[in-house]
């Protein structure tokens, strides 16, 4: 990901997203940004999940976010639990005004109802539609697809190797995309048995169709 500033059109406004290798980038960004918020990335799907939902309120709210990949960045990661004396999850979501916090969530409690009471108080709205550019793909996902759809997997085959990949997804995607790739077989953490615990392959409907269609609105 790289930063992006707010110079472009209000109905265009690109979402400052900036990288947070090192104690010393997170000391500067803070500094920086009088308000601003630092979002730590985990190793699972919840990371994607969290990021989807705060990516909905910064389509309309003018909020700094720095991201730190925790297991690629740990220095900055404790950098900022020591700063802030807040024990350290991941996903997690934390605000900062002035360099000090004011609120964070963390993991699963990372949703709408969290979020909209704290930007609708605290965070500026902005004038047109945020742009929350991303560098992450979709395309090990689009692979698959077209492997389980040439005969190349069995269907149970392409139900393991999905959810194995969804469920070790960090990415930070857009909320759009978390839900078009969880509509195949939902939130694995859901099956505490093990995979066998989704059922068959076809219990949500005819798999090859539903894998089609999500093909093709991935593009």
């Known amino acids: 990901m790289t930063q992006t500033s707010g110079s ?6 690109q979402q400052v997203l900036v990288p947070l290798t090192t104690p010393e980038e997170v000391d500067t960004f803070l500094a920086e940004y009088p308000l601003a918020a630092v ?3 985990g190793t699972c799907h919840k990371t994607m999940q969290g990021f989807g939902v705060l990516e909905t309120f910064l389509q309309k709210h003018e909020l700094p976010v720095g991201f730190i990949r925790v297991v690629d960045w740990r220095p900055a990661s404790n950098h900022v639990a020591e ?3 807040i024990q350290h999850h991941s996903p997690q979501f934390i605000l900062f005004q002035e360099g000090q916090p004011r609120f964070e969530v963390n993991n699963w409690d990372i949703t709408p109802e969290a979020l909209a009471p704290v930007f609708e108080a605290q965070v500026p709205r902005r004038s047109g539609e945020g742009a929350v550019a991303t560098d ?3 395309e090990p996902y689009r692979r698959l697809m077209r492997a389980y759809l040439d005969g190349q997997l069995s ?3 392409f139900q ?3 959810v194995t990949l969804f469920r070790d997804d960090a990415s930070l995607r857009s909320q759009r995309e978390f839900e078009a790739l969880s509509r195949l077989f939902g939130d694995p953490d859901a ?3 093990g995979l066998h615990q989704l ?3 076809q219990d949500r409907g005819d798999l090859k169709a539903r894998v089609q269609d999500l093909l093709n609105e991935l593009g």
């Open 83 to 85: 700063l802030t004396g």
């Open 136 to 138: 992450d793909n979709v």
């Open 39 to 41: 979002f730590k990335a």
């Open 199 to 201: 059922g068959t392959p």
């Open 8 to 13: 472009s059109a209000a109905a265009e406004q």
């Open 191 to 193: 099956y505490h048995g």
């Open 155 to 157: 269907d149970w085959a």
């Open 160 to 162: 393991d190797q999905y």
